[in-house]
């Protein structure tokens, strides 16, 4: 049974209440969860799972075995969970938090550089991107500028659907090519900034770009013949 995806609707929802689905080695499922599972280069949310007996420190969030289903990994020793039990999935909401405010400014520096882009990254208060630049001589001072223009321009960020053959017609929107969206559900959900950039993507992201704050690029590094790191700092 796919789990239903809190976050998924509502970025900033802090907790829900959720059933045990089942408690298994690998980590416990719910029926529904605010906890993003690691993915798409942005990690797994951490957290608690509050109930009667006191709450469950959660230390990552992972996908399961079914598609759109999501693992709640707990500290080692933690006992079983019947299935049934009534719980409140809690999020980490500073962190989280600072893992949309990242992922959101790494979809603005795609646009600011807009080469293919081979991998990325989403932590706490950085991240970093890597892109096929033919020879390309980067700026650090100038893609910041850039950057930060995006951000204090304050477009709205919002989700919408498309059908996975609406995708196939339209492949410049998968930017990532190491990360392929998921197809074979009939829909894929992507993420448009207004009037700056649209791409598929299953993360989190903040509401606006203003909620960003300031971004630098702080390293430039060159991986390969063609690839480039840019690695960027959220404050």
Same mark, same amino acid.
């Given at each position: 049974? &796919?789990?239903? !995806?809190?976050?998924?609707?509502?970025?900033?929802?802090? $907790?829900? =209440?959720?059933?045990?689905?089942?408690?298994?080695?690998?980590?416990?499922?719910?029926? /529904?969860?605010?906890?993003?599972?690691?993915?798409?280069?942005?990690?797994?949310?951490?957290?608690?799972?509050?109930?009667?007996?006191? &709450?469950?420190?959660?230390?990552? &969030?992972?996908?399961?075995? &079914? @598609?759109? =289903?999501?693992?709640?990994?707990?500290?080692?020793?933690?006992?079983?969970?019947?299935?049934?039990?009534?719980?409140?999935?809690?999020?980490?909401?500073?962190?989280?938090?600072?893992?949309?405010?990242?992922?959101?400014?790494?979809?603005?520096?795609?646009?600011?550089?807009?080469?293919?882009?081979?991998?990325? %990254?989403? #932590?706490?208060?950085?991240?970093? !991107?890597?892109?096929?630049?033919?020879?390309?001589?980067?700026?650090?001072?100038?893609? =910041?500028?850039?950057? %930060?223009?995006?951000?204090?321009?304050?477009?709205?960020?919002?989700?919408?659907?498309?059908?996975?053959?609406?995708?196939?017609? #339209?492949?410049?929107?998968?930017?990532?090519? $190491?990360? /392929? @969206?998921?197809?074979?559900?009939?829909?894929? /959900?992507?993420?448009? +900034?207004?009037?700056?950039? !649209? %791409?598929?993507?299953?993360?989190?992201?903040?509401?606006?770009?203003?909620? +960003?704050?300031?971004?630098?690029? =702080?390293?430039?590094?060159?991986?390969?013949?063609?690839?480039?790191?840019?690695? +960027?700092?959220? #404050?």
């Amino acid at each position: 049974m &796919a789990t239903e !995806l809190v976050f998924r609707i509502d970025a900033y929802a802090k $907790s829900c =209440t959720s059933t045990v689905v089942a408690h298994g080695a690998r980590g416990i499922e719910l029926d /529904r969860t605010v906890f993003y599972p690691t993915g798409g280069g942005q990690p797994g949310d951490t957290g608690k799972l509050v109930l009667g007996g006191g &709450a469950i420190a959660i230390i990552d &969030a992972i996908k399961g075995d &079914a @598609p759109d =289903t999501v693992l709640h990994v707990p500290t080692a020793g933690t006992p079983p969970i019947a299935p049934g039990t009534k719980v409140v999935a809690e999020i980490n909401w500073e962190r989280r938090y600072g893992h949309m405010r990242v992922h959101t400014c790494l979809h603005l520096l795609s646009a600011a550089l807009p080469y293919p882009v081979t991998g990325g %990254q989403v #932590s706490a208060g950085k991240g970093r !991107l890597d892109f096929d630049i033919p020879e390309a001589i980067l700026d650090k001072d100038k893609i =910041t500028a850039d950057l %930060q223009r995006l951000i204090e321009a304050n477009y709205d960020v919002a989700a919408e659907w498309i059908t996975d053959n609406e995708l196939a017609a #339209s492949p410049e929107i998968v930017k990532t090519m $190491s990360v /392929r @969206p998921p197809a074979g559900a009939g829909r894929v /959900r992507l993420i448009r +900034i207004r009037d700056c950039d !649209l %791409q598929a993507c299953g993360g989190t992201h903040v509401r606006a770009t203003g909620e +960003i704050g300031n971004a630098t690029v =702080t390293k430039i590094e060159k991986k390969g013949r063609l690839n480039r790191r840019v690695a +960027i700092e959220v #404050s």
